[in-house]
């Protein structure tokens, strides 16, 4: 069974300083990993993934997220936090070796930036 | 870009209403899904299909069906609506080509009285 937590319902951070939006994983074989974004009223968006490779993994709009193994973690980054990142933000996670297309999501944070 | 449509952003329905919630995708993705959103629960999925006429049961299943006739199209069906049914729904496609990464529709909001 693959399962992912996000420990923190809400996270608060002033303007410019980093920000960190925490997420743990549970798979039996080798995950992916996905962060999505989602603002008020929308549909949820694609923000990067980890399949392979570099722990670190780039994505849109200036965030980052880190693959960690042995901590089971994949937190997402930003350096510089904007108003405009405010939104609710969801890690999943995807076990490939149970050869089925089934992404498990998190609960969601809550980011707020704070002017 | 690929483009998801759900039929409608808000629904009102009755108690023991059949429910037909309708979602289109444009990019020829094999992969179709239908979650729902809570407030602390998050995302849960209800089915998904991985092809024509093919669905899969999620986390969630019970009082909800689907349909897939046609590659673009799924449908989430409520046979008999009840309260407990009020939520936000999602529909979302994807391709195991891009490792299955999810593209979402707008949602649909229904409301059940």
């Known amino acids: 069974a693959q399962s992912v937590a996000q420990p923190e319902d809400q996270v608060n951070v002033a303007e410019g300083n980093p920000l960190t939006v925490k997420c743990t994983y549970s798979?039996?074989?080798?995950?992916?990993l996905f962060w999505y974004v989602q603002y008020p009223n929308r549909g949820l968006q694609f923000l990067l993934k980890?399949?392979?490779?570099?722990?670190l993994v780039k994505g849109s709009y200036g965030f980052e997220a880190e693959f960690n193994k042995s901590q089971t973690s994949f937190h997402l980054k930003k350096p510089s936090a904007l108003v405009s990142d405010s939104a609710l933000y969801f890690c999943?996670?995807?076990?490939?070796?149970?050869?089925?297309?089934?992404?498990?999501f998190g609960t969601g944070t809550k980011l707020q930036v704070i002017p | 870009d690929v483009k998801v449509t759900q039929s409608s952003r808000y629904l009102v329905k009755r108690t023991g209403e059949k429910v037909f919630l309708e979602c289109v995708q444009d990019?020829?993705?094999?992969?179709m899904f239908w979650y729902r959103q809570d407030p602390g629960l998050g995302l849960r999925l209800i089915y998904f299909?991985?092809?024509?006429?093919?669905?899969e049961k999620g986390d969630i299943p019970e009082g909800y069906s689907v349909s897939r006739e046609k590659k673009e199209r799924f449908s989430l069906i409520l046979e008999s609506a009840s309260t407990n049914q009020t939520s936000m729904y999602l529909c979302?496609?994807?391709?195991?080509?891009?490792?299955?990464?999810?593209?979402f529709g707008a949602g649909t909001r229904l409301s059940v009285l």
């Open positions: 990019m020829d993705h094999e992969n």
């Open positions: 980890y399949i392979t490779g570099d722990n």
């Open positions: 999943a996670v995807r076990d490939p070796s149970g050869g089925y297309q089934k992404v498990t």
């Open positions: 798979v039996s074989g080798n995950p992916y």
């Open positions: 979302a496609s994807g391709t195991e080509l891009a490792k299955n990464i999810q593209y």
């Open positions: 299909s991985y092809d024509v006429k093919m669905k």
